[in-house]
C-alpha cells in the first residue's frame, strides 16, 4: 500500500460507512481483532483529522481499542462483503475472524490494518467517553437503538496515516 494525505481520499467516506461498512481492527502483532463498523464519522476536532468510532460495551474488539492507543479502520473492496458479514456477526471470542473470513492482518508501526483493503487508516485515540441516555433529546432514540441499554463508547482519534491500495 502506499501512503497519501488525509486531503487526498477520494472516497466520499458517508458512502463508505453507509453502504460498504469498514473494519475496525486493534490489538498487537501478537493478538488483534477486527470488526465491522458503520456508524461513525470523520471530521476535524483540536485541529486534527479525526475519525470518531461508537462502539458497543460488548464487542470484544473494544478490549484491544482500549488497550492500545491506535487501531485502525479499513475499507475493503465489494468481493469482501461476505468476509464483513462474517466480521460483524461473529465474535473474535468464539472464532478466528481473520482466517475464516479469508483476511489477513497486516501491521503498519505495529497498529494492525487488513492487508486486501483499499483504503486504510491509522488512527491515534485522542478521548473518548460514553454516550449518556440522559442527554438524548427525545427518548425515542433510546428505545429504537439501545433496546439492551448497551449504550455506545465512541473513540474520538486522529488519523495519523492513510494507506491506499497501489494501482
Ligand atoms: C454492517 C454492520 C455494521 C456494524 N456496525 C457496528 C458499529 O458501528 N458499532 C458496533 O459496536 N457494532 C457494530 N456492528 C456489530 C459488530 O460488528 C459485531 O457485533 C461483531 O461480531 C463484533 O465482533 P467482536 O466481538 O469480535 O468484536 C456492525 C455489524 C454489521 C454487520
Redesign the pocket.
Known amino acids: 500500500m502506499k501512503e497519501i494525505s488525509v486531503s487526498a481520499i477520494q472516497d466520499n467516506l458517508f458512502d463508505v460507512l453507509r453502504e460498504k461498512?469498514a473494519l475496525v481492527t486493534a490489538g498487537t502483532e501478537e493478538n488483534c481483532?477486527?470488526?465491522?463498523?458503520?456508524?461513525?464519522g470523520f471530521g476535524i476536532f483540536w485541529n486534527k483529522p479525526v475519525a470518531t468510532?461508537?462502539?458497543?460495551p460488548?464487542?470484544?474488539?473494544?478490549e484491544f481499542i482500549d488497550k492500545e492507543k491506535t487501531f485502525s479502520i479499513s475499507v475493503l473492496p465489494e468481493e469482501f462483503r461476505e468476509a464483513?458479514?462474517l466480521?460483524?456477526?461473529?465474535?473474535?471470542?468464539d472464532v478466528d475472524?481473520f482466517q475464516k473470513a479469508g483476511i489477513t492482518p497486516a501491521f503498519e508501526e505495529g497498529t494492525p490494518y487488513i492487508a486486501e483493503s483499499n483504503l486504510v487508516m491509522v488512527c491515534r485515540k485522542l478521548c473518548e467517553g460514553d454516550i449518556d441516555p440522559a442527554t438524548f433529546s427525545d427518548k425515542q432514540y433510546d428505545d429504537v437503538n439501545y433496546p439492551n441499554k448497551d449504550y455506545?463508547h465512541y473513540y474520538i482519534a486522529e488519523i495519523e496515516k492513510v494507506l491506499v491500495a497501489e494501482a
Open positions: 461498512w481483532n477486527t470488526m465491522t463498523v458503520s456508524w461513525g468510532i461508537y462502539i458497543r460488548q464487542r470484544y474488539t473494544k464483513l458479514k466480521c460483524g456477526s461473529q465474535s473474535g471470542r475472524k455506545h
